[in-house]
DNA sequence: TAGATTGTTAATCGATTAACAATC
DNA sequence: TAGATTGTTAATCGATTAACAATC
C-alpha cells in the first residue's frame, strides 16, 4: 500500500477550488512584480477574503509543500497552480458563432494571458467568412468538424444564439472537440466524457435582481 | 406565531437555487408556445436533468402551490418564477466600459428579454464618447456618479479593464447604484450593502483545462 | 378507488471552518 | 527557545437526495 502515488497525482479537483486557484495566480503574479519571494497562505487569505485554512487546502492541492514560518517560494507556488490548472499546456480553441459576443471573446486579451490560443472563429454569415476579427480568420462553419480533427483542436467555444447551439456543438463534438465552453442559454445535450461548461449569464442576472428586490423591502416597509 | 407572513415572504433564497431558476423560465416559455397548460415537476426534472425533490424545493421557494397529480398552471408557475427574481420589476443599468466585450453586452438581447435594461454606456475614449452603441448612447465617464444619481440606476455592469474597474465601481458606488456585476479579473473591495457579482472567466478557464488535462491522464497512461 | 404528483421531514454528501499537532 | 506558519484531522454548515405521508 504505497505505489502508484509516485507521479501524476491528478486527483478529482472540487469545483469551487479550481475556480479560485486563477485568484491566487493574480495576487502572486503581482507579488512576483515586486521583490517579495515568499507568501504565506494567511496573507493570500487575507488580500482574498478568504478562510486561511481554505488556501492552505486549495494549495497542497497542487501538490506544493511549504516551509512552515516561511510559506511558499513565489515562483514556486505560480509554477504549481498553473500547472495544477493546466495552464502551462493548454488546448487549442475554435469559435463558433462570430456575433456580438464571439467578435468580443475572439478579441479578448485576458484568454490570451492565460494561455488560451483560440485558432479561428466560424460563422454562417456569408459576409464575415472570410474577413479577420481582431486577428483571427473566420471560416465557414461547414469547415469546422473536418478542421477540428485534422488541428487536433480540444476546445470549443458557442457563442451561437440559442437555437443553433445544439446543432454547432454536435459538430465540435464530431470534430474530436473534448471540451465545450457554451455562452448560449441553453442547456446542451452532450456525450458524457464531453467537459462542458456553461457561461450562465441569465443565472447570474436573476441572483443580482433577486437580490436588489429583497432589498427594496426594507425600504418599503412602511406603505 | 402566525402573523407577519402574509405578504412578501422574501426569504434569503440559496443561489444555486436562484441560478437554476432561469432554467425553468425557459423551460416553460417553451411551453407555453405549446397548447400545454400543467406542467409538473418530474417533467422539468427530467428535461434539465435535475433531481425531481430539487425542482419542488425550487418551485416552493417561489411560493407557488401545486395540485397533486396535476402540476402547476404554466402561465401561474412562469410569473411565480419572474416575480420571485425580480424579473417583473427589474432596476436600470449603466455600463461602463465600452470595449469588445462592454460593446457585446450592450447589445446583448438576452437582457433586454430578461428585463434588463442598460440605459447608457460610459468610457474614457474621446473617440467612443457622444456615439452610439447598439442604440445606447456612450457617455463620459465623469458623468456616471451624478447621472446615476438623479436616474436612480441600481445596476452597474463593470467591463473596463482590471486596472480601472475599483475606481468604477467606486464612481457607480457613489451615484448609488446598489449592484454591481463585475466583468473585470479583479476583486473589488465595496461596502457590505452592496451587491457584487463577479462573472469569472478566468475561473471557467481553469475548471476546463484541468478537466482536459484529467483527461489526458488516462491517454497518456504508458509512454 | 388507484396512482401520479405534491409537499415535507430525514439522511447523505461535499465543502468550509475550527482545532490542534508538527516544524523550522 | 518562542512563535509564526504549515499540514491534518474533526466539526460544522448548507445543499442535494432519499423516504414517505398527504391529496386530488
Known amino acids: 500500500m504505497q505505489a502508484q502515488t509516485s507521479e501524476r497525482p491528478m486527483k478529482s479537483a472540487p469545483t469551487p477550488s479550481l475556480r479560485r486557484m486563477p485568484m491566487y495566480l493574480r495576487c502572486l503574479y503581482a507579488l512576483r512584480k515586486t521583490d ?4 504565506s497562505c494567511t ?24 516551509k512552515p514560518k516561511v510559506g511558499f517560494h513565489v515562483t514556486g507556488l505560480v509554477a504549481a497552480i498553473e500547472h495544477f490548472i493546466g495552464w502551462d499546456n493548454l488546448e487549442d480553441a475554435f469559435l463558433a458563432g462570430v456575433g456580438n459576443l464571439g467578435s468580443a ?15 479561428a472563429g466560424f460563422d454562417v454569415d456569408a459576409e464575415k467568412v472570410g474577413t479577420e476579427v481582431h486577428g483571427k480568420r473566420i471560416l465557414h462553419i461547414d469547415k469546422l468538424t473536418d478542421l477540428a480533427q485534422r488541428m487536433h483542436i480540444g476546445i470549443g467555444i458557442v457563442t451561437v444564439g440559442a437555437r443553433t447551439a445544439q446543432a454547432v456543438a454536435d ?13 448560449a442559454p441553453v442547456r446542451l445535450e452532450m456525450p458524457p466524457e464531453i467537459i462542458v461548461e456553461n457561461e450562465d449569464l441569465a443565472g447570474t442576472l436573476a441572483v443580482i435582481s433577486r437580490r436588489l428586490a429583497g432589498l427594496n423591502v426594507e425600504t418599503d416597509e412602511r406603505e
Open 105 to 119: 471573446l475572439l478579441g479578448y486579451e485576458g484568454f490570451a494571458q492565460h494561455g488560451l490560443n483560440i485558432v
Open 36 to 39: 517579495v519571494e515568499w507568501v
Open 171 to 183: 459538430r465540435m463534438v464530431a470534430g474530436g472537440i473534448r471540451a465545450i465552453w457554451n455562452f
Open 43 to 66: 496573507y493570500l487569505a487575507e488580500v482574498l477574503q478568504k478562510d486561511p485554512t481554505l488556501v492552505r487546502k486549495d494549495l497542497a492541492m497542487t501538490g506544493i509543500v511549504g
